[in-house]
Antibody, heavy 120, light 107 residues
Framework: QVHLQESGPGLVKPSGTLSLTCAVS?????????WTWVRQTPEKGLEWIGE???????NYNPSLKSRVTISVDKSKNQFSLILTSVTAADTALYFC?????????????WGQGTLVTVSS | DIQMTQSPSTLSASVGDRVTITCRAS??????LAWYQQKPGKAPKLLIY???NLESGVPSRFSGSGSGTEFTLTISSLQPDDFATYYC?????????FGQGTKVEIK
């Protein structure tokens, strides 16, 4: 059973950098899957942020692409999200998830989510 | 971006009812659609993938159908555990997008 667990600061200052990590257990991050970040707000609902493969390949949402970096650390079996120049609009519940298969399909495993608030 | 539109936004139903939720894509997504159930404070849970395939462990009262631009999620006999919000999600192209959600409430 694959388990994902997000971690990182729950409060980030405006114009600062949001940094989250997703630890993967019960499976290898080098498996044939993509590793994804999704966020959720009451206003915009669920928003796909982007994904990474264990090779380091990435795909990002164009709406966030200029501010987002998603990377994988195979030695720690985890992947990370960095979002720069944050504003209040980036306040959200952030989830990490596994996108099944090399084709990056449905999200079959999710972390519990971590709330990040952007405020001074 | 492909826009996913769900209807209705809210649905009031009773235990035992047959419930149908619709998801429309702004352009064809073939069968590359998933459905999720989300309860308050929890992560979404995968129910259906590739439009009509039931995820392992999901009760058979859930079913999905459709292709192209129109899809449905049906709960054949609503159970108390099914009161939740349901989302569709396409993975036909980038960026992936979700529907706005359908909240299934107790009537």
């Amino acid at each position: 059973q694959v388990h994902l667990q997000e971690s990182g600061p729950g409060l980030v200052k405006p114009s600062g950098t949001l940094s989250l990590t997703c630890a993967v257990s019960g499976g290898s991050i080098s498996s044939d899957n993509w590793w994804t970040w999704v966020r959720q707000t009451p206003e915009k609902g669920l928003e796909w942020i982007g994904e990474t493969y264990h090779s380091g390949s990435t795909n990002y949402n164009p709406s966030l692409k200029s501010r987002v970096t998603i990377s994988v650390d195979k030695s720690k079996n985890q992947f990370s999200l960095i979002l720069t120049s944050v504003t209040a609009a980036d306040t959200a519940l952030y989830f990490c998830a596994r996108a099944l298969g090399y084709a990056s399909t449905s999200f079959d495993y999710w972390g519990q989510g971590t709330l990040v608030t952007v405020s001074s | 971006d492909i826009q996913m539109t769900q209807s209705p936004s809210t649905l009031s139903a009773s235990v035992g009812d047959r419930v149908t939720i619709t998801c429309r894509a702004s352009q064809s997504i073939n069968i590359w659609l998933a459905w999720y159930q989300q309860k308050p404070g929890k992560a979404p849970k995968l129910l259906i993938y590739k439009a009509s395939n039931l995820e392992s462990g999901v009760p058979s009262r859930f079913s999905g159908s459709g292709s192209g631009t129109e899809f449905t999620l049906t709960i054949s006999s609503l159970q108390p555990d099914d009161f939740a919000t349901y989302y569709c999600h396409h993975y036909n192209s980038y960026p992936r997008t979700f529907g706005q959600g359908t909240k299934v409430e107790i009537k």
